[in-house]
């Protein structure tokens, strides 16, 4: 049984916003780097940002300056708020550790951008 539970994708057009929401248990969220992953229609799933327990982030280039990654510790949440979104943004999104595998992976949340 997965332990992390993703929400928050749905359709939206180009340019419009998103933000998702991951619900993580106290125990890996404390002392784990924690990611944002997607894998889009036909390719591998790839790891888009991260945040280190401390708060230090990291991003790749093809979303830097539009999704943002941060945590609330109280709540055991992670999320990505993601602006500006393009069609090359759809994917299924997870939450997952960083390197991922020290948990199960979750079912995703579904990210559409069409118009």
């Known amino acids: 049984q997965a332990l992390v539970e993703e929400s928050g994708g749905d359709l939206v057009q180009p340019g419009g916003s998103l933000r998702l929401s991951c619900v993580v248990p106290s125990s890996i969220f404390t002392f784990y780097p924690m990611g944002w992953y997607r894998r889009a229609p036909g390719k591998q799933r790839d790891l888009v940002a991260h945040i280190a327990e401390g708060g230090n982030t990291v991003y790749v280039d093809s979303v830097k300056g539009r999704f943002t990654i941060f945590k609330d510790n109280a709540k055991n949440t992670m999320y990505l708020q993601m602006n500006n979104l393009k069609p090359e943004d759809t994917a299924v999104y997870y939450c997952?550790?960083?390197?991922?595998?020290?948990?199960?992976w979750g079912q995703g949340t579904q990210v559409t951008v069409s118009s």
């Open positions: 997952m550790t960083v390197p991922p595998g020290i948990i199960s």
